[in-house]
């Protein structure tokens, strides 16, 4: 008993291997390291759990540092999660054949279409780092160079305002100054016009008996010169008056010196002639007829007393200054001082936002490669559960049974007709299938548009650099202000009004030098240009990129293989379907294709039959397969050996129809032979 289980031990051994990578683990591997990847799930399960948690923990650990270095933490909770997920997948390495196969099909699945959105990811932060990031400093750095400019004319625009504002400031200062003296200087004025206003409007130098006879008068030029001619007619009574007083003066000293009677008479009767004091009463008519009054002295005098009131009155000055807001630029002020520091902090702003976007990027790295491993998955788990998923490679299994197929003398698959061809993969064969070229175009273009956009995005940077690399060079300006005045004026004389006039024009009695030199220099912008590291940090990943979709054609394939490792039975049991599958649907169409042979009449010699015969002469043969219409190169066409028959078929077609024409045969045989069908249709065990 012992002898046999040795022996059945022994020729399971040296059963043939069923793949080329367990062909090829057959050669290289020791017989202990073949057995145990290679043995039944019941074999060797110590150290499978062993060798399950040392593939958990690599695997754990790889996976933690994709998923969560991007990923804020402190070090106690990423140590926390770092034990708990490697611990997981210890766990699944010991006991999950899907989460080992799952992990192993992430290296196929980055080298595909999520790798390369993966990679998308990277080429985005790479253009982050690079042209988006660039292209707002450089435009940052012209902005601070226009505020720095707007800062510079502005102080230039406020040096030559306050020279030429400079003489007025002084003059209403100096009036704010000296408004006290002003105020005692006009009191004065004030004074003194009070013995011309008397004057003017005093009620004297008449009888007050006629008081109510000048008060009728309408106007101050009226009343003053009825003031002026009653005190001209006063005047000559007066006079008149003093006159026969001074007579009878003079009567009275002459009479007490001459005291002989009647001699004093005589002597002093000429001191009685007052009457000629009378004579003073000629100026009456003068006084009426030519009174000494302008005829705007009222109207001039009445002004006069209004200003000198008015003057008299509280005086006081004060400086107000307005200010006046501009028109804005880029949203501030346009005298705005601190310009620069408020682009500086609106492009902060801005800045700060950007960061948060690229924090998100930073996140979606870790999604990117949960999405890896979703995927792999994903794929392993369809390959156990849909018998028809990724089930179109010619593998070694599929010729092995199609060998045995052939050998044993029945019908078998191999080599496949042309229009059978599309639907299947070999997998060693480096030409592109007809669907893995859909993929890989498709991949292409996806490359391609993400290069059109680096590319714009490159230029654009190096278009702006340029540009302001000349706008530095050839926009130096320097700036020279000059100026230089004197201004003196004298007012002569010690009136009221000359002090006056000196207290306020005198202000203008001011000199200046201004002498400015300056220059833009420190306000010219500073791009930068991008270094090659950036550039290639932008356009390496594309170019790997563009690499993984023309390799993901063969990474694609090795996902198959990775899966048929881990579930080899499950592989068997494909395979099997799909030769079972492409058996039946081969005798499906070689019966239809009999039957078409039957019912179509042999075609009449034509003019293309007629070209083709005659190249034959010539040497050349053109033959199609009248059953796959697949070309028969180099003379491997049979030709039906009925005389006159002339059709070709191809090796395998004449082989399926049972090495028998159906196209010369009469009706009534074909009828005959049609109910002896082949009943080789079965499945392959």
């Not at 994709?66 to 070090?75: A, D, F, P």
């Not at 006063?234 to 001699?263: A, H, N, S």
């Not at 346009?334 to 620069?340: G, H, T, W």
């Not at 893995?436 to 290069?451: A, I």
Request: proline share 4%; charged share 20%; aromatic share 12%.
């Amino acid at each position: 008993m012992g002898s046999t289980l040795v022996d059945l031990h022994q020729t399971q051994q040296r059963k043939p291997p069923h793949s080329t990578i367990q062909k090829v683990c057959e050669r290289i591997l020791p017989d202990f390291a073949y057995r145990f990847l290679f043995s039944p799930p019941d074999e060797f399960p110590r150290a499978r759990l062993l060798f399950g948690a040392l593939f958990g923990v690599v695997s754990g650990a790889g996976l933690y540092l994709g998923l969560m270095h991007n990923i804020v933490m402190t070090t106690i909770q990423r140590l926390i999660v770092g034990y708990v997920f490697v611990g997981v997948c210890v766990l699944g390495g010991m006991f999950s054949t899907s989460f080992r196969c799952s992990v192993l099909l992430m290296f196929p699945t980055i080298l595909g279409s999520q790798g390369r959105s993966y990679l998308m990811l990277f080429v985005l932060f790479g253009l982050y780092q690079g042209p988006i990031s660039n292209i707002p400093h450089n435009i940052n750095n012209v902005a601070y160079s226009m505020g720095c400019n707007l800062d510079l004319q502005i102080k230039h625009s406020k040096v030559m305002w306050s020279v030429v504002t400079d003489p007025f400031v002084q003059v209403v200062q100096e009036i704010v100054d000296h408004t006290e003296e002003l105020q005692n200087q006009a009191k004065n004025i004030s004074r003194n016009f009070q013995s011309i206003r008397d004057e003017v409007l005093g009620n004297y130098g008449y009888d007050n008996l006629e008081e109510d006879t000048v008060s009728t008068g309408n106007s101050t030029q009226e009343v003053f010169a009825a003031k002026t001619m009653m005190r001209c007619d006063y005047v000559v009574e007066e006079g008149i008056d003093r006159c026969r007083d001074w007579f009878d003066v003079k009567w009275q000293k002459c009479m007490d010196t001459i005291t002989v009677p009647l001699i004093n008479y005589l002597l002093c009767v000429p001191m009685k002639f007052n009457f000629l004091c009378d004579v003073m009463t000629v100026m009456t008519p003068w006084c009426r007829e030519e009174i000494p009054v302008e005829g705007n002295f009222g109207q001039t005098f009445d002004k006069l007393n209004s200003s000198i009131d008015k003057l008299g009155a509280e005086f006081y000055t004060s400086v107000i200054l307005q200010k006046v807001e501009q028109q804005t630029v880029f949203g501030l002020s346009m005298l705005q001082e601190d310009f620069s520091t408020e682009l500086s902090k609106i492009f902060e702003e801005k800045k700060a936002i950007v960061e948060q976007l690229l924090e998100l990027v930073h996140v979606l790295f870790s999604f990117a490669f949960i999405a890896v491993f979703v995927n792999a998955f994903g794929y392993a788990r369809q390959y156990c559960q849909d018998i028809r998923f990724d089930n179109i490679y010619i593998t070694t299994y599929f010729r092995h049974i199609d060998a045995r197929r052939k050998k044993a003398g029945k019908r078998y698959l191999l080599p496949l007709k042309k229009t059978e061809q599309k639907h299947f993969i070999n997998p060693w064969s480096v030409v592109i299938h007809s669907s893995e070229l859909k993929l890989m175009v498709v991949g292409l273009l996806r490359v391609l548009s993400l290069t059109l956009f680096t590319c714009v995005l490159l230029g654009v940077d190096w278009i702006i650099y340029h540009i302001f690399d000349i706008i530095q060079r050839h926009s130096v300006t320097k700036y020279s202000f000059t100026s230089h005045h004197r201004i003196n004026i004298d007012v002569g004389g010690e009136s009221i009004l000359a002090n006056l006039l000196r207290k306020t024009i005198g202000a203008f009695n001011t000199s200046s030098s201004v002498d400015m030199q300056s220059s833009n220099q420190h306000c010219l912008p500073q791009p930068r240009a991008l270094t090659w590291e950036q550039y290639l940090w932008s356009v390496v990943p594309l170019l790997v990129m563009a690499l993984m979709c023309c390799l993901q054609v063969y990474t694609n394939r090795l996902r198959r293989v990775i899966s048929a490792f881990y579930f080899p039975k499950r592989e068997k049991r494909r395979i099997l379907f799909l030769y079972n599958m492409q058996m039946k649907k081969r005798i499906t169409f070689v019966s239809i294709q009999r039957r078409k042979l039957m019912t179509t009449q042999r075609p009449q010699t034509s003019i293309s039959s007629v070209l083709i015969a005659l190249m034959e002469r010539l040497g050349v043969r053109l033959q199609w397969c009248c059953v796959c219409g697949e070309r028969q190169k180099g003379g491997r066409g049979l030709v039906c050996p009925v005389p006159g028959c002339g059709v070709v078929y191809c090796p395998q077609c004449w082989r399926d129809l049972g090495q028998f024409c159906y196209a010369c045969t009469p009706h009534r045989q074909l009828q005959a032979m049609d109910c002896g069908d082949d009943t080789d249709v079965y499945y392959v065990d």
